[in-house]
Structures are given as structure tokens and as C-alpha cells.
């Protein structure tokens, strides 16, 4: 009987042992685990992290067409809460801005079309001119008039139908077929287009 007891006891230690070693080894893979995890987070913020888009002529062109729109939405939605003095200074903005934007188009960014293009796309780009003349008439009708004056807010709404009408045909048509011109360099034709869009607003003290 002694004989069995002594042989318990000592296993005992050896339980302990091998209890301490298990605890040891979680421990040692969970600080591995953990550190592993660091550098998968880190890479995972890395790729989230993106370069901005390059502007060439398209996204200038398309960024005005997009900031317009929202300007005709905006008086179209406000127009029956604006004084006169506000009707006023918002519709000047929407007319400096389109006065801009047509000029760049017509000096810059329609000719370079024209250099490279089809007959189709020639064909596009005096409908396009037209549809400037059109606008300009009107443009001039209201910076010449009062919010006051009969047909001022029917004109600013006809003015936004037309602009949004010739913005969409821009987009879906003359943009689309620039795309596919090799020979156009939309990179160096977009930031022509900012120099000279910059170079309008100091003359014409636009914002």
C-alpha cells in the first residue's frame, strides 16, 4: 500500500507540468495570432486609401454641367421664398457660370473635336453651337431684366430645360465619341480648359 501511494505523489508534479506547459503554449499563440493581426489591419486601411481621380476635359465639362443643374434645381425649389435682391444674385451666378462654360467649349474644347472628327460628330457639334446661341439669347434677356419683370422666373425655368437638354446630349453623345479619339489628349485639353475657365472669371469677377 505504501508502494502505491508514493507512486501517486509523484505523478502529481508531473500533471503540473504539463498543465503549465499547455497554458504556456496558448498564451505564446494567442500573442502570435494577436501580432499577426496588426499588419492585416494596417494593409487593410492601405488599400482603402485611394488617389483622387486626374481631371482631364470630360470630368471638367461634366463637373460644370453637374454643379448647373443643381443650381436650376435649387432656384426652381426656393424661387417662391426668394426676395428679388436673392432671385437676383442667384440667377447672375447661373448666368456667369453657363457665360464660362460656353466660352471654354467654344474656344477650346469644340475645336479640338473638330481637328479629329467625323462627319458625325461634326454634325454634333453645330447642334451643339446652336443650341449655345439659344442660350446666350436668353442669358442676355435676364441679365438685363428684373426679378420683377413679367416671364423672369418662365425664362430662368426655360433656360434650365434647355441647358439640361443640351448638357444631356453632350454627355451621351459628343463625350462618348471623344472617348474613343486617340489622337485627342483629354489630360492637357483639361487643364486648358481650367486656365482658361480662371482666366473668364477674374475678367468677368465671377466667384
Known amino acids: 500500500m505504501a508502494t502505491a501511494r508514493k507512486a501517486t505523489s509523484r505523478k502529481k508534479p508531473a500533471a503540473k507540468k504539463a498543465a503549465a506547459k499547455k497554458t504556456t503554449a496558448k498564451k505564446a499563440t494567442g500573442a502570435k495570432s494577436a501580432s499577426r493581426k496588426t499588419p492585416a489591419r494596417k494593409s487593410a486601411a492601405k488599400k482603402v486609401t485611394r488617389r483622387p481621380l486626374r481631371k482631364n476635359a470630360l470630368t471638367k465639362l461634366q463637373s460644370d454641367h453637374d454643379a448647373v443643374r443643381k443650381m436650376f434645381n435649387a432656384y426652381e425649389r426656393k424661387k417662391d421664398d426668394l426676395s428679388d435682391s436673392e432671385k437676383g444674385s442667384m440667377v ?91 489622337e485627342l489628349n483629354l489630360e492637357v485639353l483639361g487643364e486648358q480648359l481650367e486656365a482658361r475657365a480662371a482666366e473668364l472669371k477674374a475678367e468677368i469677377g465671377a466667384s
Open 92 to 182: 447672375q451666378i447661373i448666368c456667369n457660370e453657363l457665360t464660362i462654360h460656353a466660352r471654354i467649349e467654344e474656344e477650346i474644347f469644340y475645336p479640338a473635336l473638330r481637328n479629329v472628327a467625323d462627319d458625325d460628330l461634326n454634325e454634333m457639334l453645330d447642334e451643339a453651337e446652336v443650341e449655345h446661341t439659344g442660350a446666350k439669347d436668353l442669358i442676355a434677356q435676364l441679365q438685363g431684366a428684373k426679378p420683377r419683370d413679367p416671364l423672369y422666373d418662365a425664362k430662368v425655368t426655360v433656360l434650365g430645360e434647355q441647358i439640361k437638354h443640351h448638357a444631356g446630349e453632350e454627355e451621351t453623345q459628343i463625350f462618348k465619341k471623344a472617348r474613343r479619339v486617340k
